[in-house]
C-alpha cells in the first residue's frame, strides 16, 4: 500500500520530513535492519534488572582496555592540552606522533592523522557523528575544548562501525565526567596568551546525587591578530566565540541516559593573503573588530546517549539532532556565502557475550542530512545526503594472551542535489543529479600479550568514503584563498586497504612503542591546478588517482625510581610519505618530525602539590617531497617549557600554570599551513598563562531530608 505521493523532484526549500515522504519507499528499505533487530533485542530485557550496568572507560566503539585492542588508539586529556599552551583540539592532538594539523593561522585548523584530514576523518560528539562541513580547507574543526574529559584518536580506517568519512581514523571527544555521588562541583577556568593578547574563560557547575546528575557549563574567548616570528603582525587573523553546554542523565533501573546540548558561536577572521589591504585597513594593534572579512559558524547539538542492560547483554542506543550554520562577510558588512546544515542521526550497538571467550557487537546507524543555500553567493548547491550502514564484530579471547578481532559491514550513501541557481543553472557546467554508493568493509586484527610488559599488535581494516558535495558538484570562487574550484559529479568512491602493526613495552620506570602502516587508496580525491583562470583567479579540478600513504611512530618514556622519582624523560618521532600511483607526492604531508621533553614533578607539602616543571625541543625536517603545486619547506626548530603547580584550599584547590612556546621566536613554515603561499609565517613567540579553580560542596540536607 502507498502511505505517500509517489517520489517527485525536490522544490528549493523542502523539508527532511516532506522528503522523507515524498520518497517513503527508499526510507523504508533502509529501516529493515532497524526493524528487524530491535524487537529480538527488547525481548531480551524482561528481568534486565538483575544485569548491573558498570561504569566503564569508553575508548573508541568499545569498552576495554587499550592493550586489549588490535587497533591503535591513543588518548590526550584536555589537561595535557593545557600544558601543551594549546588554541584549540586539533592544536593540542598536534602534539603527538602521528598527528599534525592544517592550519590557516592560529585558530582555523583541523587534525591531520598520517596525512589525512576533513572529510577522511571522522569526529565523534556525544557518540554521534559530528559534522562542520569540513569538505573545505579554511573550514576547521569547530570544537572547543571547554568541558570536555579527553580526545580518543582511533589511527586508520573505521568504515565498519561508523560508515563514510572514517578512512583515515576517528576522533571521539569525551565530555567531562559527572561530580562525585552527593557534591556539587563549581569550576571556573581561564587562559590568557601573550600572543594574541587574548583570553578564554569559562565557569560551570554539575551535581550528582541519587542516581541523577546535570551540569551547566558557559564561555567565551577573544583574541586578536596574532604575530609571526620577530613580532610580525598577521592582519585580520582575530578570532573568538561563545559556548554554552548542558547535561542531565539518570540511572534508573537498567537504564542509562546521558541527555546533552552543545552551542557555539565562532568569529574568524581569514587573510586573503597580501590583498587583505584591499578589504581592511590596519587598525590598532588588539582589535577585535570584525568589519574585515570574516566567517561565522554557529552549531547547535542535540544528543542522548542511552545504555540499556538487558539479559546477558547491553543494548546502546545514541540519537540527535544538529545544525550547522556557515557564513561568510568578505568586507563590508554584508553576509555573501550563508549555508545550513540540518542533521537527523541515529545509531545503536547491541553486545552480547555469545560465548565465554566470544564477545558479538552488532551495530546499525543511520544518518540525514539536508544542506541549504540561504546567501547570494554559492559554491556548492542545495543537497539532501542519506546513509544507513549496519555491522557485525567479533571479539574471540584465545586464553590469557592472544585477542583476535574480526568484523564486517555493509553501507549504503545517497546523495541528489537540487537545482541552485548560480551553482547548477542551466549556464553552469554541473547540473543537479543523483548518486547512490553501496560499500562493504571489513576488520581483522590480533593482539599478543606473551608477558605483562610486551604488546604486540596487527591490524588490517578497510574503509570507503562517498566523495563530498564540493568534490562532487563545487562550482564557485573561494575569494578566501583565491581559487575557483569545479568539481565532478561522476567521480567514483574513495577506497582504503590499511595494514597496520605495533609492538610496545610497558614497565615501572620505562616505556616505548614503535608502530609502521602502509594505506592503499583507490580513486583517491585531490585538488589539482589548471592552465585556466576564472577573471584572474586560478581554477583548480578535483581529480581522482591510486595512491599510498606508508610510514611510522615512535614513542619513548623514561621514569627513573629511587632518589630520581618524578623525573621524566620523553621522546617521539613520526615519518610518512604519501604518493599517487604516477609519482607524484600528495598535497599537505606533515613532514617528518622528533620531539623530546624532559620534566619533573614532586609534592612540597599538603596545600603546595604537583610542581613541575618542563623544557621540550622540537625538530621538524625539511619536507622536500612536495605536491605539484606546492614548494619545498624547510626545516625549523622550537623551544618549549612550561612550570606549573596545584594549591590545595579548605573548599577548592587552584591548579596554575605557564607555558612558553617558540621561546626562540623563530620564523618558520610549517609544511600544513595554508598561509605559506602568501609569504606569512606561523605563530612566535607565545606564553600561556593557565588558572583553574574547583570547588566541591556537598548537596545541603535539607535537600537531601526532602527528596527522602
Avoid at 106 to 119: C, D, E, F, T
Avoid at 197 to 210: C, E, M, Y
Avoid at 417 to 428: H, W
Avoid at 602 to 609: G, I, L, Y
Amino acid at each position: 500500500m502507498r502511505v505517500c505521493s509517489p517520489p517527485l523532484d525536490y522544490a528549493q526549500g523542502d523539508i527532511p520530513i516532506l522528503f522523507i515522504c515524498r520518497n517513503f519507499s527508499l526510507v523504508k528499505k533502509h529501516l529493515l535492519v532497524f526493524i528487524f533487530i530491535m524487537p529480538y533485542v527488547f525481548l531480551q530485557a524482561q528481568d534486565s534488572t538483575a544485569h548491573e550496568l558498570r561504569e566503564v572507560t569508553v575508548t573508541g566503539f568499545k569498552e576495554e582496555q587499550r592493550l586489549e585492542t588490535s587497533t591503535d588508539i591513543i588518548s590526550v586529556t584536555s589537561e595535557k592540552m593545557k600544558e601543551c599552551g594549546s588554541f584549540n583540539i586539533s592544536d593540542g592532538l598536534s602534539k603527538m606522533p602521528g598527528i599534525s594539523q592544517l592550519n590557516t593561522g592560529v585558530a582555523i585548523s583541523k587534525p591531520v592523522i598520517r596525512g589525512l584530514y576533513g572529510n577522511r576523518i571522522l569526529t565523534l560528539l556525544s557518540g554521534l557523528r559530528f559534522d562542520n562541513q569540513q569538505w573545505q580547507d579554511e573550514h576547521g574543526l569547530g570544537l572547543s575544548a571547554v568541558g570536555i574529559d579527553r580526545i580518543e584518536v582511533i589511527k586508520g580506517p573505521m568504515s565498519i562501525l561508523y560508515g563514510t568519512d572514517a578512512v583515515g581514523g576517528v576522533l571521539n571527544v569525551i565530555e567531562e565526567k559527572k561530580a562525585p555521588e552527593g557534591k556539587i562541583l563549581l569550576d571556573v577556568n581561564t587562559t590568557f596568551h601573550t600572543n594574541t593578547l587574548g583570553s578564554a574563560t569559562d565557569i560551570g557547575v554539575k551535581g550528582t546525587r541519587d542516581n541523577n546528575w546535570w551540569r551547566v557549563r558557559a564561555g567565551f574567548e577573544s583574541h586578536g591578530d596574532y604575530s609571526s616570528g620577530r613580532n610580525t603582525r598577521v592582519l585580520n587573523s582575530r578570532f573568538g566565540g561563545y559556548y554554552a553546554k548542558g547535561t542531565y542523565g539518570f540511572r534508573k533501573a537498567n537504564v542509562i541516559s546521558v541527555n546533552n546540548y552543545n552551542f557555539s558561536y565562532n568569529n574568524f577572521g581569514f587573510i586573503m593573503g597580501n590583498d587583505i589591504l584591499d578589504f581592511m585597513q590596519p587598525d590598532s594593534r588588539w582589535s577585535r573588530s570584525t568589519k574585515g572579512p570574516h566567517h561565522i559558524v554557529i552549531f547547535n547539538v542535540f544528543s542522548s546517549q542511552n545504555t540499556i542492560a538487558l539479559k546477558n547483554s547491553v543494548l546502546k542506543f545514541n540519537a540527535g539532532l544538529q545544525t550547522n550554520n556557515r557564513m561568510e562577510d568578505e568586507g563590508g558588512g554584508q553576509i555573501s556565502l550563508n549555508m545550513l546544515l540540518a542533521t537527523v542521526l541515529y545509531n545503536m550497538q547491541w553486545s552480547k557475550m555469545i560465548h565465554p571467550k566470544i564477545e558479538m557487537i552488532i551495530s546499525h546507524g543511520s544518518t540525514f542530512e539536508n544542506n541549504t543555500n540561504f546567501g547570494a553567493r554559492k559554491i556548492i548547491p542545495d543537497a539532501f545526503m542519506f546513509e544507513v550502514l549496519g555491522s557485525a564484530f567479533f571479539k574471540f579471547h584465545l586464553g590469557n594472551k592472544v585477542i583476535l578481532e574480526t568484523g564486517a559491514g555493509l553501507n549504503d550513501k545517497w546523495i541528489k542535489t537540487l537545482l541552485t541557481p548560480g551553482v547548477n543553472s542551466a549556464d553552469k557546467l554541473i547540473h543537479p543529479f543523483s548518486k547512490n554508493w553501496i560499500s562493504t568493509n571489513g576488520l581483522a586484527g590480533i593482539s599478543f600479550n606473551p608477558t605483562e610488559e610486551w604488546n604486540l599488535k596487527l591490524n588490517a581494516s578497510t574503509g570507503v568514503r562517498a566523495p563530498n558535495l564540493a568534490e562532487l558538484s563545487s562550482n564557485g570562487l573561494h575569494e578566501g584563498i583565491f581559487t575557483y574550484e569545479i568539481g565532478d559529479p561522476n567521480m567514483k568512491s574513495e577506497q582504503n586497504i590499511n595494514a597496520d602493526a605495533s609492538v610496545s613495552y610497558n614497565q615501572d620506570w620505562v616505556s616505548f612503542s614503535a608502530s609502521g602502516f602502509y594505506n592503499r587508496f583507490y580513486n583517491y580525491i585531490y585538488l589539482l591546478p589548471t592552465d585556466r583562470d576564472f577573471f584572474g583567479f586560478p581554477i583548480f579540478v578535483y581529480k581522482q588517482q591510486h595512491a599510498a600513504l606508508y610510514g611510522g611512530e615512535f614513542e619513548w618514556e623514561l621514569t627513573p625510581q629511587g632518589t630520581a622519582k618524578g623525573l621524566e624523560w620523553s621522546a617521539n618521532a613520526s615519518t610518512i610519505i604519501g604518493k599517487t600511483d604516477d609519482g607524484n607526492y600528495l598535497p599537505y604531508i606533515p613532514a617528518t618530525k622528533l620531539g623530546t621533553n624532559l620534566k619533573y614533578e614532586h609534592d612540597a607539602s599538603e596545600k603546595v602539590k604537583n610542581i613541575f616543571g618542563s623544557v621540550g625541543f622540537e625538530y621538524v625536517f625539511e619536507q622536500n617531497r612536495p605536491a605539484l603545486h606546492e614548494t619545498s619547506t624547510p626545516y625549523y626548530y622550537l623551544l618549549n617549557a612550561s612550570v606549573g603547580a596545584k594549591f590545595i584550599f579548605k573548599k577548592g584547590e587552584m591548579n596554575l600554570s605557564v607555558v612558553g612556546n617558540n621561546l626562540l621566536d623563530a620564523k618558520y613554515f610549517d609544511h600544513l599551513s595554508r598561509f605559506k603561499n602568501y609569504g606569512i609565517y606561523n605563530i612566535g613567540r607565545n606564553i600561556v598563562v593557565n588558572v583553574s579553580l574547583p570547588f566541591l560542596f556537598n548537596y545541603s540536607l535539607k535537600n537531601k531530608n526532602k527528596t527522602k
